[in-house]
């Protein structure tokens, strides 16, 4: 991976950061502890056999463990019923060991997205995707942010990355990712003060958009989507996608693609993230740190 980077292109380590949260977060559990405070406790709601949903959930669980978390995997056949998941909900937001939880999406069809959202307790909804929590959000009140959209600042924090004045396009406008991302960048603050585009499926002319680019966040959800001819020389890249394309290469069958054609774009770049290791690993570091304030009651009491 990036053997062609040139001088001059710095590579985003996200898997780096997200040790370094990591061993911050198991630090301050050691003090918890020590003190005879209450280990945090996320749990986890997983509906169906998705592949990447089965990994990404593994892989949350398995860092609470490293950190010194508690945590608890709740696992459904994709036919239960929207009641007998509001019904776990209700139990997860009056289990008061639990400090934070998570119903991974998708989830099946026949349930609907926005009424199990809806449903968990805003003090406990650690993916911050909440009504309460985005409108927070918006208003620049405390809350859980989004964990991807959380990693992504914390990625431009660290790498000490300007942003203030700067021209920042967002591609895709998913509740997840790409409109809270650009609420975030144009917020009057350290990491944001950008002027900020939103561009999406609609969009015309989006190269003439990406081109102006100082920031370019794709999150769009198509692999090798953005090309170098639409990035700027210099540009800041980072690539949200984790797109599963077939491959005879790897013995899983698959192989992880980004947004973004990193081969060609990478070289034109002041900075960027790569697929794997970039963006992912920076959503389970930031799903910890909400889970973190979810136990000390840091953003509601
Ligand atoms: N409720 N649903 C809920 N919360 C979330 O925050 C998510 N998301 C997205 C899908 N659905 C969700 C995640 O957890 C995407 N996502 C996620 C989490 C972790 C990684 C990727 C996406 C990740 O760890 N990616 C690794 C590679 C993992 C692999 O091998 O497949 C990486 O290095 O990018």
């Known amino acids: 991976m990036n053997t062609n980077l040139q001088m001059g292109t710095i590579l985003i380590d996200g898997k ?95 349930i609907s997205e926005q009424k199990i959202t809806e449903a968990v307790d805003p003090k406990k909804d650690a993916d911050g995707f909440h009504p309460v929590n985005v409108g927070r959000l918006v208003l620049n009140l405390p809350c859980y942010i989004s964990a991807t959209p959380y990693g992504i600042l914390q990625l431009l924090e660290r790498y000490k990355i300007e942003t203030s004045g700067k021209n920042c396009v967002v591609i895709g406008r998913s509740n997840i990712v790409g ?27 989006l190269k003439e958009h990406t081109l102006n680019a100082d920031i370019i966040i ?43 054609k990193f081969d060609e774009v990478a070289p034109k770049c002041s900075f960027i993230t790569p697929v794997p290791g970039g963006v992912g690993p920076m959503t389970i570091a930031s799903l910890l740190k909400n889970t973190l304030m979810a136990s000390k009651k840091e953003i509601y009491s």
Do not use: W
């Open 179 to 205: 409109t809270p991302m650009s609420i975030l960048m144009a917020r009057n603050s350290s990491i944001g003060n950008c002027t900020v585009t939103l561009c999406h499926s609609r969009t015309k002319n």
């Open 16 to 110: 780096k950061v997200s040790e370094e949260i990591q061993n911050e977060i198991a630090e301050e559990v050691k003090q918890l502890k020590a003190e005879g405070r209450k280990i945090p406790h996320l749990a986890a709601i997983l509906v169906g056999e998705d592949p990447a949903s089965q990994t990404y959930v593994g892989s949350k669980v398995k860092t609470c463990e490293k950190v010194g978390f508690n945590s608890t995997l709740i696992k459904f056949d994709s036919t239960v019923t929207e009641k007998e998941l509001l019904n776990k909900i209700k139990e997860l937001n009056e289990d008061d060991d639990i400090d934070g939880y998570i119903v991974q999406l998708p989830l099946p069809k026949h």
């Open 218 to 260: 794709a999150a769009i959800g198509k692999p090798d989507f953005v090309t170098a001819d639409m990035v700027k020389e210099g540009a800041v890249v980072i690539d949200v996608g984790i797109n599963r394309v077939t491959s005879t290469e790897t013995k899983s069958g698959f192989k992880l693609k980004g947004d973004v």
